[in-house]
C-alpha cells in the first residue's frame, strides 16, 4: 500500500504563555462575514425505499458549517409543506448575507433539464406531481440569491430514483431520470459555485458508511484551514473518484470572483496556551472577588472550546510507531506513523520556500525525522493539546492526535 502525502512535514511548536482565546477566534469565528446556510436531508420515503444516508448527512453537515460561523437552517425527512416552510424560514434569514450555502442530500431527478428534489411524501403519479410534489432546485436558488454576494450550492442528490422511472414510464414524460442536469451560473456578487455529487445525468452512491462518498469527502475538505472552496471540491472530487474505483467522478460549475475560504487561521499568530493566573495584589490595596471563587475564567473557557474541536481517534488503545493505527479516517486508516511521515509533501513546509527543495522529496529526509526527533514534536501535542489545532495538515487532525497519544505511551 502507498503512503499517504504530507504536506506540512513538520517542525516545533514553540509555546509561548498565557490564553488561548486569540487562537479560539481565528478557529471558530467567522470574520465579519455573515453565513447563512440551507441544510436539507431526505431519507424516509413514503413511496420509495428509504435511503440509508442523506438524513446523516445533512445533519453531519449542519453540525460541520455551524462550526465555521453559518446560521443554519435545516431539516430533516420533511414532507412538501415542511420543506415549503423551511426554505421560507432561509429565504427571511439569507437576505443581504455575505455567503449562502445550500447542501441537500436525498433524491432528486431532472426533466427536461430542469431539476427537482423530492420530499418524503412525494409520490409522482403524473406530470401535475412536479408542481404539487417536488420542490425545484431553481426556486431554492432564487432565494438564495436576494442580496447576497457569494452562493454555494452542494447537491447529492443523484442517488438512483425509482420515482424518477415511475415518472418516465406510467406518465410517458420523456426525460425524467435521477441524474441531475447542468445548473446554469448567473452573474451577480462575487459568484456561485455549484457542485454535484456526480456528473450530469449520471448517478451517485448512498455509500455503505455513515455517510455518501460525496458527503464523507465534503465532510473532510470544506472546513480545512487556508484552503479555498474551489481547492477543496479538487479535493472532494479526488476522493470520490478513488473511493468509488472510479465510478463516480463529483462535478464542479463555478465562477467566482474571489477566492471563498471558510476556515481563515493566521498561520503567524503565536500560540498562546495555559492558565492565566490572577494577579497579586498591591500591599494595603484593597481587592474584591466579583463573582464566585469557583468560576472558570475567560481563559479556560477558551481553552476548554478548543478541547471539544479535537477530534476522537477510533481506537482506546495504545498507539505504537509502526503498528497499523485505527485512526477513524479512511484516507489514512491501517497505516503506522512510520508509514506516514516518509510520504512526499503536497506543498512547501515553509512559505516561499523554493521547489527545488521540497518537492518530491520525503517528510523523514528534508526534516532529518527519526523515531526521537518525531517523539519530541509528539510530546508537545501531548502536553499542550490545542496545539493539534495550531496548523493544517492534509492527513487530518486525527494524525496529530494519534501523535500526542504515542508520546503519553512513552513514544513506544
Not at 440551507?38 to 444516508?53: D, K, T
Not at 420542490?135 to 431554492?140: A, L
Not at 465534503?218 to 472530487?237: C, D, F, K
Amino acid at each position: 500500500m502507498s503512503s499517504a502525502p504530507i504536506a506540512f512535514c513538520g517542525g516545533m511548536f514553540r509555546i509561548a504563555g498565557l490564553a488561548a482565546l486569540a487562537l479560539l477566534v481565528t478557529l471558530t469565528a467567522a470574520s465579519a462575514e455573515r453565513r447563512v446556510a440551507l441544510v436539507l436531508g431526505n431519507s424516509q420515503y413514503q413511496h420509495a425505499a428509504p435511503l440509508a444516508n442523506p438524513a446523516r448527512d445533512g445533519q453531519a453537515m449542519a453540525d460541520r458549517l455551524k462550526d465555521l460561523g453559518f446560521e443554519v437552517v435545516s431539516g430533516f425527512d420533511l414532507t412538501k409543506q415542511q420543506t415549503q416552510a423551511t426554505v421560507a424560514q432561509f429565504a427571511k434569514q439569507v437576505r443581504g448575507a455575505d455567503i449562502a450555502l445550500f447542501f441537500y442530500a436525498g433524491h432528486g431527478l431532472q426533466v427536461a433539464g430542469k431539476n427537482y428534489l423530492l420530499p418524503v411524501d412525494a409520490a409522482l403519479e403524473d406530470e401535475t406531481s412536479l408542481d404539487f410534489e417536488a420542490v425545484s432546485v431553481d426556486f431554492i436558488l432564487r432565494q438564495m440569491s436576494r442580496e447576497t454576494s457569494i452562493r454555494l450550492v452542494f447537491l447529492d442528490a443523484c442517488r438512483d430514483n425509482p420515482l424518477a422511472d415511475v415518472l418516465a414510464k406510467s406518465a410517458g414524460i420523456k426525460g425524467a431520470s435521477s441524474g441531475l442536469a447542468e445548473i446554469p451560473i448567473e452573474n451577480g456578487g462575487a459568484g456561485t459555485l455549484v457542485a454535484f455529487a456526480a456528473s450530469p445525468n449520471q448517478l451517485a452512491y448512498d455509500g455503505s458508511g455513515d455517510h455518501s462518498p460525496f458527503t464523507t469527502a465534503l465532510l473532510q475538505h470544506i472546513g480545512e484551514a487556508n484552503v479555498s472552496v474551489t481547492e477543496a471540491m479538487n479535493r472532494v472530487t479526488s476522493d470520490v473518484f478513488k473511493a468509488t474505483a472510479g465510478k463516480q467522478r463529483p462535478w464542479i460549475n463555478v465562477s467566482l470572483t474571489t477566492e471563498v475560504v471558510l476556515h481563515k487561521v493566521d498561520l503567524n499568530a503565536p500560540l498562546i496556551v495555559g492558565e492565566a493566573s490572577a494577579p497579586q495584589a498591591e500591599a494595603g490595596s484593597e481587592t474584591r472577588n466579583t463573582g464566585p471563587a469557583s468560576a472558570q475564567t475567560d481563559d479556560q473557557l477558551a481553552l476548554n472550546a478548543l478541547r471539544e474541536k479535537i477530534p476522537k481517534l477510533a481506537t482506546d488503545g495504545p498507539i505504537f510507531f509502526d503498528r497499523p493505527v485505527k485512526f477513524g479516517d479512511a484516507a489514512i486508516d491501517g497505516k503506522s506513523i512510520a508509514q506516514l511521515i516518509k510520504g512526499q509533501p503536497l506543498f512547501s513546509p515553509v512559505e516561499g520556500l523554493d521547489k527545488s527543495v521540497w518537492q518530491g522529496k520525503h517528510c523523514d529526509g528534508c526534516h532529518e525525522w527519526n523515531e526521537a526527533r518525531l517523539c519530541e514534536q509528539a510530546k508537545n501535542f501531548a502536553a499542550n493539546d490545542v496545539s493539534i489545532l495550531r496548523l493544517q495538515h492534509p492527513l487530518g487532525t486525527r494524525f496529530k492526535v494519534a501523535l500526542a497519544r504515542w508520546a503519553q505511551g512513552g513514544c513506544k
